[in-house]
């Protein structure tokens, strides 16, 4: 997969069953604007990488990423949240790639700059990754439901505007605690890592801490979970390292992190 030399240049990652195999792969946009596709083997190995866009000046501009199955295709899709608002949609990219339009959630505007992390996952939908969670700029949280291509559903209030969660550094979802719903992981400003259990339309669920607030995790620069192991949860954190080492927690629990996989090497 490479050097951890050009990992540091690994903006965004999202991760999802993009091509149709049953197990996920990884989205990665660069800090040049490309953007790329690495298969995986669903036994925890990354096995082939594909360039769903050259390097250009359009993709620096995307801010956060996230995948999931809103489309309903049983193939994941690219959600963007660009640097002016904007919101898009992009359908199937294991199949149709990049090199269209996509379609556009919402126009550029003013909110949506606000919307620091998104991240997708299946707090309320039963089949589909259909739901959405935005943590703002201002600590607010909002869960939006039966999110789908053009609409972002119901919209749901988690959290009002408060402090702690303007520290909410990172946030990624994932079935780490066994259940049908996925829990919510979150890296905090002071490496502290923390798993939100059962996080419903009412509320983010029970604290469950993983890690107190620690020095190497603030390091922790880009973080997706996909099903990359053969239990076949969604219960697989990929971190990339401020120094472009990236890391594997497989098979990763409510309260504790998996073996941990390095599959790019710093030097």
């Known amino acids: 997969m490479g050097s951890g030399a050009t990992w540091k240049h690994a903006s965004l990652m999202a991760s999802g069953d993009f091509d149709g195999k049953g197990h996920s792969d990884m989205a990665v946009v660069w800090s040049d604007g490309e953007v790329t596709l690495y298969n995986s083997d669903g036994r925890g190995h990354f096995t082939g990488e ?3 866009l050259p390097k250009n000046s359009t993709w620096q501009n995307a801010k956060t990423i996230t ?19 904007e919101v898009t949609l992009y359908g199937d990219i ?10 556009q959630m919402i126009k550029p505007n003013d909110l949506w700059k606000n919307a620091t992390q998104i991240a997708a996952g299946r707090f309320n939908a039963s089949q589909h990754v ?10 607010e949280v909002t869960l939006y439901t039966n999110v789908s291509a053009g609409t972002f559903g119901q919209e749901h209030k988690l959290k009002d505007k408060n402090d702690t969660w303007r520290d909410a550094t990172l946030l990624t979802s994932g079935e780490f605690s066994g259940n049908q719903k996925w829990d919510l992981m979150v890296r905090w400003t002071d490496g502290e890592l923390d798993n939100y259990v059962g996080t419903t339309t009412s509320g983010l669920g029970t604290e469950q801490r993983i890690l107190n607030p620690n020095g190497l995790w603030t390091h922790d620069t880009v973080m997706t979970t996909g099903d990359f192991t053969g239990n076949h949860r969604t219960d697989d954190l990929v971190i990339r390292w401020s120094d472009g080492e990236t890391t594997m927690y ?15 090497h710093v030097g």
Do not use: C, P, Y
């Not at 995948?67 to 608002?85: E, I, K, Q």
């Open 50 to 52: 594909r360039q769903l």
């Open 67 to 85: 995948a999931g199955d809103f489309t309903g295709s049983n193939r994941f899709d690219l959600m963007v949240r660009w640097v002016d608002g």
């Open 94 to 103: 294991g199949t149709k790639g990049l090199d269209w339009a996509g379609t």
């Open 130 to 139: 259909t739901d959405l969670i935005v943590r703002w700029v201002d600590g």
């Open 250 to 264: 497989m098979d990763t629990g409510a309260a504790h992190l998996g073996s941990e996989e390095t599959l790019v």
